[in-house]
C-alpha cells in the first residue's frame, strides 16, 4: 500500500494535485497517504442519490480539517438517459471533476475495481479498449489522471485504515445486487475467489496486456501518419482513432488531416481519394507516362528477362486502362489463369485499391498489372530485352 503511493509521487511532485474523496475507505486511504508526502486538495462529488449524501459530505469536511486539507464539494444532478444509474452516476462525476483547478486528479481505485471493471466490460462484449480496464495513468480534460492504488486489493486498503485509526463512511449502493457492480462484487466475486484465489490479479494483468496493446496500436498509428507527413492527431482523437481501427472489420474508413485512411488486413494504408474519370491512354515506349487522375505515374525500365518482352512493343503501342471486371492474367506458367480479384486477393491489395490501379492493355488482351506481374503470354525469355512497368503513387 505505502510502495504503491510512493510509487506515484514522481509523477505528482510540483503539480497542482486534487484527490477524489467519496468518503469511502479507499479515498479517505489515499488522501491521508499523498497528504503526508505532498500539498493536496480534495474533491468531493455530491450526488444526491443517496439520503445520506449530506452526513458523507459533512464527514468529508470534518476528516478534511483534521487533515489541514482543503476541500470543495461539487453538486452534481444525475441524469440516467438509458446508460444506467451507475454510468451516469459515473459520467456526472467526471463531468465535476472536469472543472477542478488542479494539474493531476488522483482517484481510488483499486485492484477490486479494476477486476469488476474489466469483467463487466468483457460480459458487455467490449474490445480491446474496454478489456484494458482503467489506465493507471492518462490525460482528462488538460489534467493528468492518477490511480495509485490500481494494483492494491481492497484488504490491503482496510489494514492499512485500521492501523492508521481512520475512519470512513460506507455506500450503500454498493450493496444493491440489481447494480451490475453491486452484483459482481456479492455474488460473482465470492464464487471466483473459492476456485481461483487470484482472479483479481490475473484480470488486472491481462487488463495490463491489453493496455500495452492498445499503446503500441497508438504507436503506430503516430509513426504511419509521421513517414506520411500527416499531423499528429490528440490524444482524444488517436484513442479514438485506435478504437475504431481495434473494433472495425477490414475496410474501416477513418477521416484525419484532409486524408482518408483505411485498415486492410491489420494494415493501416492511406486511402486516395475516389479518381476522376480516366480516358484510356497509350504508351508508346516513353520511359515515364504521368497519370494525374489515377494519383501516381508509371515508370519503365529496359532490363532483361522479368518483364514485358520489348518486341511487343514493336506491332504498336500498349493502353493503359482500369479495370473493366472479368479480367483475367497468367503471371505464372505453372498456375492456371486465373481472375484478377483472386490474384488481388491473394496479393493482398485492398478493394478500394484496385480500382483505381493503371493496367497495360495490347488490344483487349491484359499485358501486366500492378503488384501482379506479367502475363506469360507476353513475358520476355531470360536474358532478352524487356521493359519493366512499375507503378509509383504520389
Same mark, same amino acid.
Given at each position: 500500500?505505502?510502495? !504503491?503511493?510512493?510509487?506515484?509521487?514522481?509523477?505528482?511532485?510540483?503539480?497542482?494535485?486534487?484527490?477524489?474523496?467519496?468518503?469511502?475507505?479507499?479515498?479517505?486511504?489515499?488522501?491521508?497517504?499523498?497528504?503526508?508526502?505532498?500539498?493536496? /486538495?480534495?474533491?468531493?462529488?455530491?450526488?444526491?442519490?443517496?439520503?445520506?449524501?449530506?452526513?458523507?459530505?459533512?464527514?468529508? +469536511?470534518?476528516?478534511?480539517?483534521?487533515?489541514?486539507?482543503?476541500?470543495?464539494?461539487?453538486?452534481?444532478?444525475?441524469?440516467?438517459?438509458?446508460?444506467?444509474?451507475?454510468?451516469?452516476?459515473?459520467?456526472?462525476?467526471?463531468?465535476?471533476?472536469?472543472?477542478?483547478?488542479?494539474?493531476?486528479?488522483?482517484?481510488?481505485?483499486?485492484?477490486?475495481?479494476?477486476?469488476?471493471?474489466?469483467?463487466?466490460?468483457? #460480459?458487455?462484449?467490449?474490445?480491446?479498449?474496454?478489456?484494458? *480496464?482503467?489506465?493507471?495513468?492518462?490525460?482528462?480534460?488538460?489534467?493528468?489522471?492518477?490511480?495509485?492504488?490500481?494494483?492494491?486489493?481492497?484488504?490491503?486498503?482496510?489494514?492499512?485504515?485500521?492501523?492508521?485509526?481512520?475512519?470512513?463512511?460506507?455506500?450503500?449502493?454498493?450493496?444493491?445486487?440489481?447494480?451490475?457492480?453491486?452484483?459482481?462484487?456479492?455474488?460473482?466475486?465470492?464464487?471466483?475467489?473459492?476456485?481461483?484465489?487470484?482472479?483479481?490479479?490475473?484480470?488486472?494483468?491481462?487488463?495490463?496486456?491489453?493496455?500495452?496493446?492498445?499503446?503500441?496500436?497508438?504507436?503506430?498509428? +503516430?509513426?504511419?501518419?509521421?513517414?506520411?507527413?500527416?499531423?499528429?492527431?490528440?490524444?482524444?482523437?488517436?484513442?479514438?482513432?485506435?478504437?475504431?481501427?481495434?473494433?472495425?472489420?477490414?475496410?474501416?474508413?477513418?477521416?484525419?488531416?484532409?486524408?482518408?485512411?483505411?485498415?486492410?488486413?491489420?494494415?493501416?494504408?492511406?486511402?486516395?481519394?475516389?479518381?476522376?474519370?480516366?480516358?484510356?491512354?497509350?504508351?508508346?515506349?516513353?520511359?515515364?507516362?504521368?497519370?494525374?487522375? #489515377?494519383?501516381?505515374?508509371?515508370?519503365?525500365?529496359?532490363?532483361?528477362?522479368?518483364?514485358?518482352?520489348? +518486341?511487343?512493343?514493336?506491332?504498336?503501342?500498349?493502353?493503359?486502362?482500369?479495370?473493366?471486371?472479368?479480367?483475367?492474367?497468367?503471371?505464372? !506458367?505453372? /498456375?492456371?489463369?486465373?481472375? #484478377?480479384?483472386?490474384?488481388?486477393?491473394?496479393?493482398?491489395?485492398?478493394? $478500394?485499391?484496385?480500382?483505381?490501379?493503371?493496367?497495360?492493355?495490347?488490344?483487349?488482351?491484359?499485358?501486366?498489372?500492378?503488384?501482379? *506481374?506479367?502475363?506469360?503470354?507476353?513475358?520476355?525469355?531470360?536474358?532478352? =530485352?524487356?521493359?519493366? =512497368?512499375? $507503378?509509383?503513387?504520389?
Amino acid at each position: 500500500m505505502t510502495a !504503491a503511493v510512493r510509487r506515484s509521487l514522481p509523477t505528482l511532485q510540483g503539480k497542482r494535485v486534487a484527490v477524489g474523496l467519496s468518503g469511502g475507505v479507499d479515498s479517505v486511504v489515499l488522501l491521508y497517504a499523498l497528504s503526508r508526502h505532498l500539498p493536496v /486538495r480534495a474533491v468531493h462529488v455530491h450526488h444526491g442519490l443517496s439520503p445520506n449524501g449530506d452526513a458523507w459530505a459533512r464527514f468529508c +469536511r470534518a476528516y478534511c480539517r483534521s487533515l489541514e486539507v482543503p476541500l470543495t464539494v461539487k453538486r452534481v444532478r444525475v441524469a440516467s438517459r438509458g446508460e444506467g444509474l451507475e454510468a451516469a452516476a459515473r459520467l456526472a462525476r467526471y463531468g465535476a471533476l472536469r472543472s477542478v483547478p488542479a494539474d493531476a486528479i488522483a482517484l481510488a481505485h483499486q485492484l477490486d475495481d479494476q477486476a469488476e471493471t474489466v469483467l463487466l466490460n468483457l #460480459l458487455r462484449g467490449a474490445g480491446r479498449r474496454g478489456a484494458s *480496464g482503467m489506465p493507471a495513468e492518462r490525460r482528462f480534460h488538460g489534467k493528468l489522471l492518477v490511480r495509485p492504488l490500481l494494483d492494491v486489493p481492497r484488504e490491503s486498503i482496510v489494514a492499512y485504515a485500521k492501523r492508521h485509526g481512520l475512519h470512513w463512511v460506507d455506500d450503500e449502493m454498493n450493496a444493491r445486487e440489481e447494480l451490475a457492480r453491486g452484483f459482481i462484487r456479492r455474488r460473482v466475486a465470492p464464487l471466483l475467489a473459492q476456485r481461483y484465489p487470484r482472479w483479481r490479479e490475473a484480470l488486472a494483468r491481462a487488463a495490463r496486456h491489453f493496455s500495452r496493446a492498445e499503446l503500441d496500436a497508438q504507436e503506430m498509428v +503516430r509513426a504511419f501518419l509521421a513517414e506520411k507527413g500527416l499531423r499528429s492527431p490528440s490524444e482524444a482523437k488517436l484513442a479514438e482513432m485506435v478504437k475504431q481501427l481495434a473494433g472495425g472489420r477490414s475496410g474501416t474508413l477513418l477521416e484525419h488531416d484532409g486524408t482518408r485512411l483505411r485498415l486492410y488486413r491489420g494494415r493501416l494504408l492511406q486511402a486516395g481519394a475516389p479518381p476522376v474519370a480516366f480516358t484510356p491512354l497509350a504508351w508508346r515506349g516513353e520511359p515515364k507516362l504521368a497519370l494525374p487522375a #489515377l494519383g501516381g505515374e508509371l515508370v519503365f525500365r529496359r532490363v532483361r528477362g522479368r518483364g514485358i518482352d520489348a +518486341r511487343v512493343l514493336e506491332d504498336g503501342a500498349l493502353t493503359v486502362r482500369l479495370r473493366g471486371g472479368g479480367e483475367r492474367l497468367q503471371p505464372d !506458367a505453372r /498456375r492456371p489463369r486465373r481472375t #484478377l480479384k483472386n490474384l488481388f486477393q491473394e496479393a493482398g491489395v485492398p478493394a $478500394w485499391q484496385r480500382e483505381r490501379l493503371p493496367l497495360l492493355f495490347r488490344g483487349e488482351a491484359l499485358v501486366w498489372v500492378p503488384g501482379i *506481374g506479367v502475363d506469360v503470354r507476353f513475358q520476355a525469355q531470360e536474358r532478352a =530485352p524487356a521493359v519493366l =512497368p512499375e $507503378w509509383r503513387e504520389a
